[in-house]
């Protein structure tokens, strides 16, 4: 029996189905192609989510440029005439629809179940720029951005070794935000890399925006503690240095901040500059730090401990 929300081979009963799951949404279009051997093809996709550039040049033309010589099959479709290297296919109207909203273009040729869709992202994302969170005078100056895949190169532009693993996974019923795990194999703790990644595969939460959805998750095991079991930071270079120390860098699609666990108590100590200092300039402005909190933390109970004890004396 033919599952319901499997494709068929009928292109308009399929058009009907994705048009009814979209709603009749206005920025969901359904292009009709016709080629040089009358085959009825249609690309259906999300306005502004696509690069339009790329799927005239690269997709449509193609399509309508071809030449009568044998059918036209998807196969024949992703190896010999679409021009675009992210192409895969999908059976159902969940894959097709879950790849459509993630920047992507389905194409559907009428007699064939299986569909194309073709990865051209559009989206404007904002360009790479320093850092306003952790900001420093020596060193890279280059931050993360809001886009996962930009984040991911950047780390990747500087832990150039084959050993560097990332796996992805989807979180949240309703954004399906895309997550991505970064670690070092053979460095990072794999009994923790699967841990972290049943927890994170298996949250129960409709929305996952920033990554403050993640530490509130994964702090539920440890309420009683006040310090995060995470740290955040946008700065690559000290993602790059932990994934490098054996620890995991989770990236969240849509925040350019970047979680690593698990997170030291050190960690809030440190500045990313010392790393680009000398040996012994480093130490000493790390104990610096480490002095000046203990003043913080003693200096007022020491001095009201001075002036009220004995005070007539």
């Known amino acids: 029996m033919q599952q319901p929300d499997e494709f068929v081979d009928k292109l308009q009963q399929n058009l009907e189905i994705l048009s009814e799951l979209f709603g009749n949404s206005s920025d969901v279009v359904f292009r009709q192609l016709l080629p040089v051997d009358q085959t009825q093809v249609t ?18 033309r193609p399509i309508l440029e071809m030449t009568s010589d044998g059918e036209m099959t998807p196969t024949q479709l992703k190896d010999k005439v679409v021009n675009v290297g992210g192409i895969s296919f999908v059976s159902n109207h969940e894959d097709a629809s879950n790849g459509m909203l993630s920047g992507g273009a389905l194409i559907l040729i009428d007699g064939y179940k299986d569909g194309l869709l073709v990865s051209i992202p559009g989206l404007e994302e904002r360009a790479i720029t320093e850092s306003d969170t952790h900001p420093i005078i020596r060193g890279p100056k280059d931050a993360f951005t809001e886009v996962i895949r930009t984040n991911i190169s950047l780390v990747r532009h500087r832990v150039k070794d084959t050993r560097v693993r990332v796996q992805t996974i989807q979180a949240g019923n309703k954004t399906k935000t895309e997550l991505a795990l970064m670690y070092m194999d053979g460095l990072a703790d794999q009994q923790i890399v699967s841990k972290l990644k049943d927890k994170l595969s298996n949250l129960q939460v409709d929305r996952v925006l920033e990554g403050e959805y993640i530490e509130e998750v994964m702090n539920q095991d440890n309420k009683l503690t006040i310090f995060p079991m995470l740290y955040n930071t946008d700065r690559p270079d000290t993602i790059a240095a932990g994934v490098m120390e054996g620890r995991i860098a989770i990236f969240i699609d849509g925040t350019p901040f970047v979680l690593l666990a698990p997170s030291l108590f050190v960690d809030f100590l440190q500045s990313a500059e010392d790393n680009y200092q000398s040996y012994l300039y480093g130490s000493v402005t790390r104990l610096l730090r480490y002095f000046c909190m203990l003043i913080c933390l003693l200096a007022p109970a020491l001095y009201i401990a001075l002036t009220t004890y004995h005070h007539r004396i």
Request: proline content about 0%; aromatic content about 6%.
């Open 43 to 60: 690309i259906v996709y999300i306005e502004g989510l696509i690069d339009s550039q790329i799927l005239q040049q690269d997709v449509i």
